[in-house]
């Protein structure tokens, strides 16, 4: 984070309009010149009265860090100010959203609707109108044909990529409560904290509740972390020599924005922590070569070279690193892809998209989970994760490939207790080069902590 507090005011005067122009050229694309965006419903379980957690609309919480108010619209007509219709029902079962203040407030005409009627009389010609939402029966009642067209969402979504300074602003804020968290985190599992204890502690530390994270924490001891995705949070309290290592992936959200954060940790030296510390050179190394005009699948194949090297200096795999990656036994051990755009979603829209028009190019066969293959551009916002990872599906592969006589097996046991590693930063492209917005914010969360 920034020393001083970012000028949210002229930041988010400037996002607006950056934002309306972006719409208003996307809209030129279409029928309709006003747009009708729905925030979304909450949904019901089946058979039950009680609703899943709420996830606002992306396209809602572009125009206005606003996350938590269902049923309400935003109402843009060209040359009026926004309108934000309010949904204020007259419920005494819940808290009932109150008229917002801050600094972005004087930008908007903010009505309370008490139902959909209400929005429907703030239309006029349906006709002139494009819905943007989940809710679409709800455009139906409201007349308006034009529904997600695609032309409109591809336009706006291959925008998306590049953000504004407060968006960058947003993200880096993000980055700084997950940083909180993170620490928190770690003290925790040096403490010998369970996975589900030390899941509390990052949500305590970020000053988060669970359903307002942008994606549930991965927080994973020992072999666990070789399930890239791992879900589940258990309560074992691991001592001594049978503690070994801890991968958490979690992120918190600002005004909507999303951090998306890895660290892994060995609990006492050795090989595994050398791993790690390999890993980490090369993270970093990886992500100064960030620059402009290339794409990002170029990155993620020479991440595939350093993740060779790193196989072949600790002694795991005997190849040359070229003929590792030629043949594809480095996909074993970093399965997944390098990165992905980050945002308002943290895998962003539009990572595979081709221009403004749509079109993709998708994933190479070799790296099928590659989410982004776009070229590098000013203003875009990305993560940077390679991993290297003691899966045992993928192992039982590799030993039954032509390539076992390669591998150092005694080791792989040896390694296989502690999972695997991923080292997970939020980059911004600025002036041409990274800025790594993670590392900003654990630096100042340290800094925090020393002048305490
Ligand atoms: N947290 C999911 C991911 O890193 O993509
Ligand atoms: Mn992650
Ligand atoms: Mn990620």
Not at 86 to 109: M, N, S
Not at 160 to 168: F, L, V
Not at 196 to 204: C, S, T, V, W, Y
Not at 338 to 343: A, C, E, S, T, V
């Amino acid at each position: 984070m920034t020393e001083t507090s970012p000028d949210w005011l002229n930041l988010y005067a400037e996002h607006l309009q950056h934002v309306r122009a972006q719409y208003t050229h996307a809209l030129e694309q279409s029928e309709g010149h006003s747009l009708l965006i729905s925030s979304g419903s909450l949904k019901t379980a089946f058979l039950d009265d009680r609703t899943y957690p709420y996830m606002v609309n992306p396209h809602f919480k572009a125009w206005l860090p606003v996350t938590d108010v269902p049923d309400s619209f935003l109402l843009i007509k060209p040359g009026k100010k926004p309108k934000l219709l309010l949904h204020q029902p007259e419920d005494y079962w819940h808290k009932v959203a109150e008229i917002p203040t801050g600094y972005w407030v004087e930008h908007w005409d903010i009505q309370p609707i008490q139902s959909l009627k209400d929005a429907h009389n703030e239309i006029g010609d349906p006709g002139s109108f494009i819905y943007i939402g989940e809710e679409t029966k709800v455009a139906t009642e409201f007349g308006i044909e034009a529904i997600n067209p695609s032309s409109v969402l591809n336009h706006l979504h291959f925008e998306r990529a590049s953000k504004t300074p407060y968006e960058i602003a947003c993200l880096e804020a993000a980055s700084l409560t997950a940083a909180r968290g993170h620490l928190a985190a770690q003290q925790a599992f040096f403490h010998g904290a369970s996975e589900n204890e030390i899941a509390h502690q990052f949500l305590m530390a970020s000053g988060h509740r669970e359903q307002h994270t942008p994606y549930s924490s991965i927080v994973a001891l020992n072999e666990h972390c070789a399930v890239l995705h791992y879900q589940f949070y258990e309560h074992t309290r691991f001592k001594g020599t049978a503690l070994k290592s801890m991968l958490i992936d979690a992120g918190t959200s600002y005004n909507g924005y999303a951090s998306d954060i890895t660290r892994t940790y060995a609990f006492k030296p050795g090989i595994f922590a050398d791993l790690i510390d390999a890993m980490e050179r090369e993270q970093l190394a990886i992500i100064e070569e960030v620059t402009t005009g290339i794409n990002y699948a170029e990155l993620h194949g020479r991440m595939h070279l350093k993740i060779a090297d790193i196989l072949k200096t600790a002694g795991i795999v005997d190849m040359s690193p070229e003929s590792m990656v030629e043949t594809n036994v480095t996909f074993n051990f970093l399965p997944h892809g390098l990165g992905h755009l980050l945002g308002l979603q943290v895998h962003d829209v539009a990572g595979y998209q081709l221009s403004h028009e749509g079109g993709i190019k998708p994933a190479p066969d070799k790296y099928p989970a590659l989410r982004l293959t776009r070229e590098i551009t000013e203003g875009q916002v990305f993560t940077i994760e390679p991993g290297l990872y003691f899966i045992p599906m993928l192992l039982k592969k590799l030993k039954q490939s032509v390539y076992h006589t390669a591998v150092n097996w005694p080791l792989i046991e040896e390694l296989m207790p502690y999972g695997g590693i991923r080292i997970e930063d939020n980059i911004a492209v600025q002036n041409g080069s990274p800025v790594n917005l993670t590392r900003r914010a654990f630096s100042a969360v340290k800094a925090e902590a020393r002048s305490l």
